[in-house]
């Protein structure tokens, strides 16, 4: 089983600041198939970005991906107020998905 | 636009078998090359991947929940559905649905049902 570890646990911003997410994993990745997702209470997750860099449909060009391997950052480039929430890293590269534990985006 | 919707008992009593389903609009389930996934999410609490299973059959299962999990797939129907036996309190969990944005793959879900929450108390 590939264990994703999430850093930091919770993260406290001001709107309009860069937000830097760490997701990194117990083994290499493979094909880079990484995902984000955005979660707000009571909602089902909203998916960011897949392949690790790619995002998905609608969503703003602020958020963006990167990394390969073991190590991977999703990276807000500047805060909306809308933003924060609980942000979570999935691996999908093996026959077993698993999800990191999230990391919760706070206002400050 | 394809949506998803689970639906199933919302009280299950322990040692009993939750039963859920998933029904898929806008789109056939058998149509393309897609696996179609559960995943849960206990109260307050992060997410849990469960299985999947392609419009063949063919199923992937998380480990731990693997002896307790039957995934299947109702193509007539459009529906995909999940049982899992012998549950406890720590089954309790708003649970999933959601298909992958790129065929082939597990995981990278994305659209999601709105989930229903399950609750496992006698």
């Known amino acids: 089983e590939i264990v994703l570890t999430q850093s930091p646990g919770t993260l406290s911003l001001s709107p309009g600041e860069r937000a830097t997410l760490s997701c990194r994993a117990s083994?290499?990745?493979?094909?880079?198939?990484l995902a984000w997702y955005q979660q707000k209470p009571g909602q089902a997750p909203r998916l960011l970005i897949y392949g690790a860099s790619s995002r998905a449909t609608g969503i703003p060009d602020r958020f963006s991906g990167s990394g390969s391997g073991t190590d991977f950052t999703l990276t807000i480039s500047r805060l909306e107020p809308e933003d924060f929430a609980v942000y979570y890293c999935q691996q999908y590269g093996s026959s077993q998905d698993t999800f990191g534990q999230g990391t919760k985006l706070e206002i400050k | 636009q394809l949506q998803l919707q689970e639906s199933g008992p919302g009280l299950v009593k322990p040692s009993e078998t939750l039963s859920l389903t998933c029904t898929v609009s806008?789109?056939?389930?058998?149509?393309?090359?897609?696996?179609w996934g559960w995943i849960r999410q206990p109260p307050g609490k992060g997410l849990e991947w469960i299985g999947s299973i392609y419009y063949s059959g063919s199923t992937y299962y998380n480990p731990s929940l693997k002896s307790r999990v039957t995934i299947s797939v109702d193509t007539s129907k459009n529906q995909f559905s999940l049982k899992l036996s012998s549950v406890t309190a720590a089954d309790t969990a708003v649970y999933y649905c959601?298909?992958?944005?790129?065929?082939?793959?597990?995981?990278?879900?994305?659209?999601w049902g709105q989930g229903t929450l399950v609750t496992v108390s006698s």
């Open positions: 083994q290499s990745v493979s094909s880079s198939y």
């Open positions: 959601a298909r992958p944005v790129i065929t082939m793959t597990l995981g990278g879900f994305d659209p």
């Open positions: 806008g789109g056939s389930i058998s149509s393309s090359s897609y696996y």
